[in-house]
């Protein structure tokens, strides 16, 4: 099991950056990948990116794969999600997840596969 907790959301005007954390606890043992989600109002949760247990490996969704990094610090257990550009469209609440993973991939942004979730953060687009 996880706890995660996200933080960094805010108002940024368009063109501008954001960096989102996502600080995890380990409740069990076992290898986790940690995604990140948003949803707009509205719209249906869709997945942003994801990153392995090792770190290397990382999964983005071609809508904003060219915008981001996510990246991630093991000694802190926190996942960051820089985001660039940002757009009115990338308005919406940002949640990060854990799913039980291999220690070496992260390979699925489906919201469904994931069972651990924080309680969000907002981040609104606007001039």
């Known amino acids: 099991q996880l706890q995660l907790v996200e933080s960094g959301g805010g108002l940024v005007q368009p063109g501008g950056s954001l960096r989102l954390s996502c600080t995890f606890s380990?409740?069990?043992?076992?290898?986790?990948?940690i995604g990140w989600f948003r949803q707009a109002p509205g719209k249906e949760r869709e997945g942003v990116s994801c990153?392995?247990?090792?770190?290397?490996?990382?999964k983005s969704a071609d809508s904003v794969k060219d915008r981001l990094l996510i990246s991630k610090d093991i000694a802190k257990n926190t996942v960051y999600l820089q985001i660039d550009n940002l757009k009115p469209e990338d308005t919406a609440v940002y949640y990060c997840?854990?799913?039980?993973?291999?220690?070496?991939?992260?390979?699925?942004?489906?919201?469904?596969?994931?069972?651990?979730w924080g309680q969000g953060t907002q981040v609104t687009v606007s001039s």
């Open positions: 997840a854990g799913r039980r993973s291999s220690y070496w991939y992260c390979t699925s942004l489906d919201p469904t596969e994931y069972g651990y």
């Open positions: 380990r409740l069990t043992s076992g290898n986790y990948a």
């Open positions: 990153i392995s247990e090792w770190g290397a490996d990382t």
